[in-house]
């Protein structure tokens, strides 16, 4: 069964250093999201991109943060200067159609560790 | 403002009963409702999604119901086995919004 596959899954940063966490989705899905799930608490939703733009963003989502999907295949989860508090799993997820009428497909996740 | 939540927290159990967890959501302007299962240190692992005009959906040893007048859904797992111990996420779709919205877990754990 198609998957949706994250790189790497575990990352430790020095804060101030920029990060990039990379996502392949499953191939013929059209909508890719970024949720991150701090230690203990629940999962937040970040950010939704269609169509080489974003859909939504949270309020999480602040300048330090940006996505790109670079080609066909690869979505990209960029933190430029990287603070304690971004410590979490940041997991990927992509569906076919909008999330309202088909399910989101999530990856392993990425852990990112912030020293 | 959005909110989900799941009741209990955790919950133990015997090996071959059956048990309901439960998702409660704050507007019931929703698209659909979607059950996921994650696994120590692992990703979610999509089982059931409920539209809003649907009243449940089966997979298997699993039944997820939705009252979307009421605010709530439920998942029913049939005859536990100790490979179902995992925490099961509950997350609404709403009207208002292009995300899902995730209830807190419920960590299950089911003893031989």
């Known amino acids: 069964e198609p998957e949706v596959t994250q790189t790497p899954s575990h990352q430790v940063t020095q804060m101030g250093q920029e990060v990039i966490l990379r996502c392949v989705p499953i191939?013929?899905?059209?909508?890719f999201y970024w949720y991150r799930q701090i230690l203990g608490q629940k999962v937040e939703f970040l950010v939704s991109?269609?169509?080489?733009?974003?859909?939504?963003k949270s309020e999480i989502f602040d300048d330090q943060f940006s996505v790109e999907r670079p080609d066909g295949s690869n979505f990209t989860l960029k933190i430029r200067s990287t603070k304690l508090e971004d410590s979490a799993m940041y997991f990927c997820?992509?569906?076919?159609?909008?999330?309202?009428?088909?399910?989101?497909?999530f990856g392993d996740g990425t852990r990112l560790s912030i020293l | 403002k959005q909110e989900v939540t799941q009741i209990p927290a955790a919950l133990s159990v015997p090996e071959g009963e059956n048990l309901v967890l439960n998702c409660s959501f704050t507007d019931s302007a929703i698209y659909n409702l979607q059950w996921f299962r994650q696994d120590p240190g692992k990703g979610l692992t999509s089982l059931l999604l409920i539209q809003s005009s649907q009243r449940e959906q089966t997979s298997g040893r699993l039944n997820a119901s939705l009252d979307k007048s009421s605010g709530r859904s439920t998942l029913y797992i049939a005859a536990s086995q100790p490979g179902d111990s995992a925490t099961y996420l509950c997350?609404?779709?709403?009207?208002?919004?292009?995300?899902?919205?995730f209830g807190q877990g419920t960590e299950l754990s089911v003893k031989p």
């Open positions: 991109f269609y169509n080489n733009e974003i859909s939504e």
């Open positions: 997820a992509s569906s076919e159609e909008t999330g309202r009428r088909q399910p989101q497909h």
């Open positions: 997350a609404v779709f709403y009207n208002q919004g292009g995300k899902l919205i």
């Open positions: 191939s013929n899905h059209l909508y």
